[in-house]
């Protein structure tokens, strides 16, 4: 009887040692798994900046009428200078790296031009001539910069936070994909914390040796 006793009492301490070790395992797997969630959040963030720093130099034109058949060859860089000579009164022939069509359009409207411009000079004088000439709305033409797709979804989340600072006597303006107000850059969202991780972060994990069968089975 005493030696089932002890049996049973060998039992419960190694069971309540692989437990320990068990929850020793799930605690440093879940910080691994925040470590490598931070991880992801900064590579993500470094290749949408330089997503975004490779598109600083363009402009999409939107509007510009299409050819009938997209499978037909179109000089667009000459379409894009006729368009900046005719509708934005910029008579110098502007040099670009390149010029082209996006994709077709589910409304069936002319697809857009993203032209990449060798002079940063040259962007900026077609971007305030454009913001000049097509103030209103319903205009037929649109010239906007160009974004990845991470950032414009960002941008569409301040600029209704940033159109109501303006309205009440706030400086604002968005840059890429964050808003400043009176020279701070606002935050919609808490900026993203690194979990705090205990000194034994970097240990692996215990071993685990299996309980010995239950006594008595």
């Known amino acids: 009887m005493r030696q089932q006793i002890n049996k049973h009492n060998t ?27 931070n991880e992801n959040y900064e590579l993500r963030d470094r290749i949408v900046d330089i997503q975004t720093r490779s ?10 009428p299409d050819v009938s058949d997209t499978k037909l060859p179109e000089n667009t860089e000459e379409k894009l200078q006729s ?5 934005l009164g ?26 990449k411009f060798e002079k940063r000079k040259d962007r900026e004088m077609v971007m305030a001539a454009a913001r000049e000439k097509f103030k209103e709305r319903d205009t037929q033409f649109r010239v906007h910069e160009q974004f990845p ?18 309205q009440k006597g706030h400086v604002a303006h968005l840059r890429d994909d964050k808003l400043f107000i009176d020279n701070k ?3 919609p969202h808490p900026p993203p914390q690194m979990p705090h991780r205990p000194p034994f972060q970097n240990q692996r994990p215990m071993e685990q040796r299996p309980p010995p069968p239950f006594p008595g089975a």
């Open 90 to 115: 910029i008579e110098n022939n502007i040099p670009f790296h390149v010029v082209h069509r996006l994709k077709p359009r589910r409304d069936r409207g002319p697809r857009g031009i993203v032209a």
């Open 149 to 166: 797709a991470e950032v414009i979804q960002r941008r569409r989340e301040l600029v209704p936070i940033m159109k109501d600072a303006r």
């Open 185 to 187: 850059r606002f935050f």
């Open 55 to 64: 598109m600083r130099d363009n402009l999409i034109f939107r509007g510009i």
């Open 11 to 37: 039992y419960i301490q190694e069971s309540s040692i692989r437990s320990s070790v068990i929850e020793q395992n799930v605690d440093f797997i879940k910080r691994e798994n925040d470590k490598l969630q």
């Open 83 to 87: 368009f900046l000579t005719n509708e």
